[in-house]
């Protein structure tokens, strides 16, 4: 039996003003039962109170995404990422995460279960072997924060670098209970 049903739309409705963005999920939870939402928090910026407002009073779920930070920032600053080798890329990726954490810890104090964070690798130079272990101490340091927050979320991990994946499409994520 299928229990939870997510769907990722911000992209298609993130350019519409927050109340017309709150009906819009409003109407998926009533019509479709859809009771988990992805949706980007980006760093510094909290989600608007009227989406805040409609997720308390549907019940929803989040699934957040740091993808949409690391776009953002990976556009003008190449080296960022929690997998980058530079110590200060990766501490810039990080101090985002921690920030989009304590957001996320903010919005279940208001009654809103966060699903999963969906966090990055985000690099864009061929060191393989820097990579993995910078992105290893990245996950390790996350892992115990988020682990201190948001106990009951699961950290999962979308692969955002250049490189392709040798999979059947799509994106792969990995993921590791909190807890």
């Not at 949706?39 to 549907?58: D, K, R, S």
């Not at 990080?94 to 999963?116: F, K, M, P, W, Y």
């Not at 130079?125 to 272990?133: E, F, K, V």
């Not at 927050?149 to 909190?178: F, K, N």
Request: with cysteine; aromatic share 6%.
């Amino acid at each position: 039996m299928i229990t939870n049903k997510i769907l990722g739309a911000y992209a298609t409705i993130g350019t519409l003003p927050p109340a017309e963005q709150a009906t819009w999920y409003r109407r998926a939870a009533s019509e479709w039962n859809i009771n988990i939402f992805e949706i980007p928090i980006l760093a510094g910026h909290p989600l608007p109170e009227e989406l805040v407002e409609a997720f308390v009073e549907i019940s929803a779920s989040l699934a957040v995404t740091l993808v949409a930070q690391w776009a953002g920032r990976g556009q003008t600053q190449p080296s960022y990422g929690l997998a980058a080798p530079a110590i200060a890329d990766r501490q810039a990726a990080l101090l985002d995460a921690h920030s989009v954490l304590q957001q996320c810890a903010t919005l279940a104090e208001r009654g809103i279960r966060i699903h999963n964070v969906a966090v990055h690798t985000g690099c864009k130079s061929a060191d393989s072997i820097g990579h993995a272990i910078a992105f290893c101490e990245s996950l390790v340091e996350l892992r115990q924060r988020a682990a201190a927050v948001l106990p009951d979320t699961v950290l999962s991990v979308e692969l955002t670098d250049h490189r392709p994946i040798r999979s059947s499409g799509g994106v792969s994520r990995c993921q590791e209970s909190i807890s």
